[in-house]
C-alpha cells in the first residue's frame, strides 16, 4: 500500500494567510470559496480543524482539505 506524499506548494514569504494559500495552491478558484471552505471545518492545519481563513500559514505547515495534504515549503527567489 503506498504512501500518500504531501504535494509541495512553495511560498516566497516568510508567511501566508491561510484564504490565500487555498487560492495559490490551486485549491479553490476564489476568495469566497475559500472562506466557504474554511467557515464549514473542511480545512485542517497541521491535523486541526482551521476556521479562521487569516490563520498564517509558515514553510512546513501542512494543509489537509478533500483527501490531499499540501506541505507549505519556501519557495527560493531566483
Known sequence: MGEN???????R???IALGQFLKFAGIVDEGGE???LIKS?????NGEVE???GHKLRPGDLVSFGGETYA????EAP
Do not use: F, Y
Open 41 to 45: 471545518g473542511a480545512v485542517r492545519v
Open 51 to 53: 476556521t479562521r481563513r
Open 34 to 36: 475559500a472562506k466557504r
Open 72 to 75: 507549505v515549503k519556501a519557495d
Open 13 to 15: 514569504t516568510e508567511t
Open 5 to 11: 506524499l504531501p504535494k509541495e506548494v512553495g511560498i
